[in-house]
């Protein structure tokens, strides 16, 4: 076999902006080691992605994703996000334990900027405004947990989360 390299590529991203989305990706990545603060630290973190109605040059719709570390704590980034979505905080209840899975093929309000390295980063995630018509997923949900481990999802992640890019 003959390995040849094509280069990055191209990528094409969204404009920023705030667009209607709808969640397509629940993945979770397990315990991932990082650093915080100057220290090794060890986290589990899942990422989120959304399918954009705004559509690229090939006609095929935006699609963008961010990490966050699997805690509901006040001071994580998922909580206030999820809460902002949903329009309301959690429950005592609800923080005994929410499936994330619950979020695939809801809709929501995206809000994209460009980081400091000139990338499209998620900024924010809210409800739909109302009369804003709640968008379809139309390309594969991907729900893979490691808890409950199912191959078949696991070959539906990208090469680059899979481990395999």
Known sequence: MVMVNEGAGSFENPEPGSYAA????????????????????????????????????????????????????????LRPMLESWRGAAFSTEELKGFPL???????CLVSLILNEKQRIRVSSVSKLPKGMPAPTNTTPI????????????????????????
Do not use: M
Request: net charge positive; proline share 3%; with cysteine.
């Open 22 to 77: 709808v969640c397509n990706q629940v993945i979770d990545l397990g315990t991932q080691e990082g650093e915080y603060q100057g220290n090794k630290i060890k986290r589990r973190q899942v990422i989120l992605g959304w399918e954009l109605t705004e559509k690229n040059s090939k006609g095929e719709p935006f699609r963008v994703s961010s990490f966050y570390t699997a805690s509901l704590s006040e001071k994580s980034k």
């Open 142 to 165: 991907v729900d893979f947990d490691l808890d409950k481990y199912d191959s078949i999802a696991f070959s539906k992640l990208s090469p680059q989360t899979s481990g395999h890019g």
């Open 101 to 107: 899975s619950k979020l695939l093929g809801k809709p």
